[in-house]
């Protein structure tokens, strides 16, 4: 019994600081890139404060289009960018969560959260 007592101890000591360390090594990478990747676009920073650069991850698609929403839902801008990478003036926007939407050449549409500092 003392045996069985002794290797249920150790076996949950282990199962506990391996899984603290498994949370602590997923969170460090996203902390680290500060970037927003959903498949077809990479947006960073993220959050941003400034502004926010975007990139079609296929080079030979192009970013038509970038609409910023507040988390409403109201629109607040609409870009019409034509390149595979572009910058999102963000300056003038209020701190806080927006979503933004775009729109590839192969009309692609997604959307995606960004954070204004």
């Known amino acids: 019994m003392k045996k069985f007592l002794f290797f249920v101890v150790i076996f949950t000591v282990l199962m506990f ?3 603290a360390n498994a949370q602590q090594s997923m969170r460090e990478p996203f902390i680290a890139s500060q970037k927003s990747d959903d498949g077809a676009l990479v947006a960073y920073p993220n959050p941003a404060r400034d502004f926010i650069i975007i990139k079609a991850k296929n ?4 970013v038509k289009q970038v609409t910023l929403y507040s988390i409403l839902g109201t629109q607040i ?3 019409i960018v034509d390149s595979n990478t572009a910058e999102i003036r963000l300056d003038k926007l209020a701190p806080g969560k927006y979503l933004m939407r775009y729109v590839l050449s192969d009309n692609t549409q997604k959307v995606t959260q960004i954070v204004k500092q």
């Open 59 to 62: 080079p030979s698609l192009k």
């Open 77 to 79: 801008s609409e870009n």
């Open 17 to 19: 600081s391996g899984s």
